[in-house]
């Protein structure tokens, strides 16, 4: 069952605490269409050119994005600049 929930954030808004840098991040999973019950939930299917989704990326910055999931375990980037980065397995 889908739920529509309406939510702000006020810049006003007061912090409860506060995050250190590096750990600020959000995650967008990773899920094909076909997996039961996630549709087309996944980053796969998501606008990033979507302007509010940009307004929140802009928001939020500087963040980091992580791409999580069962099925985020078995992608391979391809970054020219990350040449020399190994796997976190090492």
């Given at each position: 069952m889908t739920k529509l929930i309406d939510l702000t954030i006020s810049p006003d808004a007061s912090s409860i605490g506060d995050v250190e840098q590096e750990f600020l991040?959000?995650?967008?999973?990773?899920?094909p269409q076909s997996a039961d019950g996630w549709g087309n939930s996944s980053v796969i299917n998501a606008d990033l050119q979507n302007p509010k989704l940009i307004e929140a990326a802009k928001n939020l910055s500087p963040f980091f994005l992580r791409i999580g999931g069962?099925?985020?375990d078995t992608i391979i980037y391809?970054?020219?600049?990350?040449?020399?980065?190994?796997d976190k397995d090492g």
């Open positions: 991040s959000t995650t967008m999973d990773w899920w069962s099925q985020a391809n970054f020219p600049s990350a040449a020399n980065v190994t």
